[in-house]
């Protein structure tokens, strides 16, 4: 009897092992097809070369659980419905609103988005410089009553449009904005980024000093790496995995990244 136990004690600790590290389900992952420098590179329905600091930490993440990426590129609109309905498994995002009940966060042990497992974005404001504003400008006053820029679909720019705000986000990009801000078009173009000076080598290099950031954020808010419902409960293990990762390791892999991509931008 002892020896039958122990031969099946031995393989329930052959069996539990493999279990555990079983692959997951190739992870079809959606991001914006228009390019945010040095976030999303190029623009299109493919990644670019380089393809951009988000995109490569999206392959980090998804190597710490053993999992395989497929990259599908949507305009910024579709991807929390490609989430949703399962065309594609997962995507970084911030909160969505509750018609989109397939979308699963890392929750926090109030049953809310865990934010210790999120990264947090800052939406910053660049203005001209030739309007002579003070650094320490408040874009939250200042920008009420004038045309602030942002690229089609961005989240921040429907949250700011309902607060009363003038958005024009018919641009398909950053540089567009960038564009009709010198061109006197609109007063401000607002982006979102995870350090607020991530964008400063890349307009001191191609904007001179005509174009200026407002130290103060506009406002922040967080993102998270979420997923469709159907494929989280098939490979929960692995989902918690990547959230752990990018909760810990994830987040300095971020600035390192980061810090790469505006050194060699051209």
Not at 24 to 39: G, T
Not at 128 to 135: F, N
Not at 171 to 189: H, M
Request: net charge positive; aromatic share 8%.
């Amino acid at each position: 009897m002892r020896a039958r136990r122990a031969a099946l004690a031995l393989l329930l600790l052959a069996w539990l092992p493999a279990r555990a590290g079983a692959g997951c389900a190739p992870l079809r992952m959606a991001y914006s097809n228009q390019e945010v420098v040095p976030y999303y590179m190029g623009s299109g329905a493919l990644p670019a070369k380089p393809p951009g600091a988000t995109v490569e930490l999206l392959r980090e993440i998804a190597a710490s659980a053993g999992c395989v990426l497929e990259f599908n590129r949507l305009p910024p609109a579709r991807v929390p419905v490609g989430v949703d309905s399962g065309a594609v498994d997962s995507a970084p995002l911030g909160v969505v609103p509750g018609d989109y009940p397939n979308i699963v966060y890392p929750l926090d042990k109030h049953g809310q988005p865990d934010r210790a497992r999120a990264v947090q974005m800052h939406t910053v404001a660049y203005v001209r410089a030739s309007d002579k504003l003070a650094p320490a400008t408040d874009p939250v006053s200042y920008l009420k009553g004038r045309k602030i820029g942002t690229f089609h679909g961005a989240s921040f720019g429907t949250i700011l449009r309902q607060a009363g705000y003038d958005i024009d986000d018919g641009a398909l990009d950053a540089q567009r904005n960038f564009d009709k801000l010198r061109l006197g078009r609109i007063d401000a173009v607002l982006l979102s980024l995870a350090n607020p000076e991530d964008l400063d080598p890349y307009i001191a290099e191609h904007f001179g000093g005509a174009i200026m950031r407002l130290d103060k954020p506009m406002r922040t808010a967080h993102v998270w790496l979420t997923f469709n419902r159907k494929y989280y409960e098939a490979n929960r293990e692995h989902v918690e995995t990547m959230w752990i990762w990018l909760a810990g390791e994830g987040r300095a892999r971020l600035g390192i990244l980061l810090r790469q991509y505006n050194h060699d931008l051209p």
